[in-house]
């Protein structure tokens, strides 16, 4: 039974499925599945053993979620809808982090390889050219959603231990990922296997093997009646097009940020208020897509610090374990660096649950490192009397 309610869980917010339900088939549908995910959380934590909460988060979702409401209120929505987003927050800190504790490594790489693989599907089945515009993201529904399900799944790769799965899991994460043509995506791909070398030199061949699977894309782009026009700048830069290189860039993140320096500078100790770095906030419709500046822009620098340190404890601790565990380093990464371009890190189920998950297994590891030395030490006293 547990087991049962466990993947439920892990389907509807891994595979991201009220939302893809609420853009493609019926809201009334994704609604009655959004509450029931929700429910199954809330009972799982109620049938389960309780461990410790993650503190961390749990903090700063108060600071923030406080701090925001008071500093100010232009941007908030109706009480009920902010209301909705706390409880949602908390309920997933809560219950969700023993979802995660009870979550094998196996179990997370299937379900973010079974999100990966929906990205080829809506090629098929789903795909809105209007709309798409030839980049693709499968139940994640924006682009560098569904790459960064493809980074986390690539790096998750590195703890599979059965050669073909391990080999079939990174061809399908790194050729997902590229279909979401996510500067993003890419840019992580390659900083993961140049450290992946560190483990073994053969791991070079991934390089090669992204090079081929990219320049195959672009030879198969040239041959469409409608280019891809990421894939399209993509050749021109590789080719040496400055032109195509600057087109590349244009509309970059940074631009995004730099609309709302000033308003941090403004009032950098608690923030403009909730939503106010939101779509439609101070800065314009599109928002800040950046989980971090959202964070000081609304509720001021202390849940800021929190949350990169927060970030430092996860990448420091996967880095002390990386021999032991690379994957654990590498998903920080991931997770750390995709929130410089995500700003819905508060309200967003697989988000949450990857920064619970990675912190979980840290701790588990930690532990397990702590318990083996005393064991053996034990053991090697017993010996010896």
Same mark, same amino acid.
């Given at each position: 039974?547990?087991?049962?309610?466990?993947?439920?869980?892990?389907?509807?917010?891994?595979?991201?499925?009220?939302?893809?339900?609420?853009?493609?088939?019926?809201?009334?549908?994704?609604?009655?599945?959004?509450?029931?995910?929700?429910?199954?959380?809330?009972?799982?934590?109620?049938?389960?053993?309780?461990?410790?909460?993650?503190?961390?988060?749990?903090?700063?979702?108060?600071?923030?979620?406080?701090?925001?409401?008071?500093?100010?209120?232009?941007?908030?929505?109706?009480?009920?809808?902010?209301?909705?987003?706390?409880?949602?927050?908390?309920?997933?800190?809560?219950?969700?982090?023993?979802?995660?504790?009870?979550?094998?490594?196996?179990?997370?790489?299937?379900?973010?390889? &079974?999100?990966?693989? *929906? #990205?080829? %599907?809506? /090629?098929?089945?789903? @795909?809105?050219? $209007?709309?798409?515009? =030839?980049?693709?993201?499968?139940?994640?529904?924006?682009?560098?959603?569904?790459?960064?399900?493809?980074?986390?799944?690539?790096?998750?790769?590195?703890?599979?231990?059965?050669?073909?799965?391990?080999?079939?899991?990174?061809?399908?994460?790194?050729?997902?990922?590229?279909?979401?043509?996510?500067?993003?995506?890419?840019?992580?791909?390659?900083? &993961?296997?140049?450290? *992946? #070398?560190? %483990?073994? /030199?053969?791991?070079? @061949?991934?390089? $090669?093997?992204?090079? =081929?699977?990219?320049?195959?894309?672009?030879?198969?782009?040239?041959?469409?009646?409608?280019?891809?026009?990421?894939?399209?700048?993509?050749?021109?830069?590789?080719?040496?097009?400055?032109?195509?290189?600057?087109?590349?860039?244009?509309?970059?993140?940074?631009?995004?940020?730099?609309?709302?320096?000033?308003?941090?500078?403004?009032?950098?100790?608690?923030?403009?208020? *909730?939503?106010?770095?939101?779509?439609?906030?101070?800065?314009?419709? $599109?928002?800040?897509?950046?989980?971090?500046?959202?964070?000081?822009?609304?509720?001021?620098?202390?849940?800021?610090?929190?949350?990169?340190?927060?970030?430092?404890?996860?990448?420091?601790?996967?880095?002390?374990?990386?021999?032991?565990?690379?994957?654990?380093?590498?998903?920080?990464?991931?997770?750390?660096?995709?929130?410089?371009?995500?700003?819905?890190?508060?309200?967003?189920?697989?988000?949450?649950?990857?920064?619970?998950?990675?912190?979980?297994?840290?701790? $588990?590891?930690?532990?397990?490192?702590?318990?083996?030395?005393?064991?053996?030490?034990?053991?090697?006293?017993?010996?010896?009397?």
């Amino acid at each position: 039974m547990n087991k049962v309610l466990k993947f439920s869980i892990l389907g509807l917010f891994m595979l991201n499925i009220p939302s893809f339900i609420l853009t493609y088939l019926n809201p009334v549908l994704s609604s009655a599945l959004s509450y029931l995910s929700f429910g199954l959380l809330i009972l799982f934590f109620l049938t389960n053993s309780r461990s410790e909460i993650n503190k961390w988060l749990l903090v700063i979702g108060v600071l923030y979620f406080c701090i925001g409401s008071l500093s100010g209120q232009t941007y908030i929505p109706p009480f009920d809808v902010y209301l909705i987003e706390w409880v949602k927050y908390f309920i997933i800190v809560i219950c969700g982090n023993e979802v995660v504790k009870r979550t094998t490594t196996k179990e997370m790489s299937i379900f973010l390889l &079974i999100g990966a693989s *929906s #990205i080829i %599907l809506q /090629i098929f089945l789903f @795909n809105n050219p $209007l709309k798409d515009y =030839g980049r693709y993201s499968g139940f994640f529904l924006n682009p560098n959603a569904g790459g960064f399900i493809c980074i986390l799944g690539y790096a998750l790769s590195y703890s599979i231990k059965n050669r073909k799965f391990k080999f079939f899991a990174q061809w399908t994460f790194t050729l997902m990922g590229l279909l979401t043509f996510s500067r993003t995506f890419i840019l992580l791909w390659v900083i &993961i296997n140049l450290i *992946s #070398i560190k %483990l073994s /030199i053969k791991n070079a @061949n991934k390089l $090669l093997l992204g090079a =081929g699977l990219l320049f195959t894309l672009v030879a198969y782009n040239s041959f469409l009646p409608v280019k891809n026009q990421r894939l399209t700048q993509l050749a021109g830069t590789i080719s040496g097009d400055s032109n195509a290189a600057r087109d590349l860039n244009e509309g970059s993140r940074t631009e995004t940020w730099a609309k709302f320096y000033e308003f941090v500078l403004d009032k950098p100790l608690f923030g403009n208020g *909730s939503g106010s770095f939101g779509g439609g906030g101070l800065g314009g419709f $599109l928002g800040a897509h950046n989980s971090y500046l959202k964070l000081i822009g609304e509720a001021g620098i202390i849940p800021f610090l929190l949350l990169v340190f927060y970030f430092i404890y996860l990448i420091k601790n996967g880095y002390h374990l990386f021999d032991h565990a690379p994957y654990l380093f590498f998903m920080a990464i991931a997770l750390a660096s995709i929130l410089m371009t995500n700003h819905s890190f508060f309200k967003n189920g697989y988000l949450l649950f990857s920064a619970l998950w990675i912190y979980a297994q840290i701790n $588990l590891l930690k532990r397990q490192k702590i318990i083996e030395p005393v064991n053996n030490m034990n053991a090697r006293k017993t010996s010896l009397e």
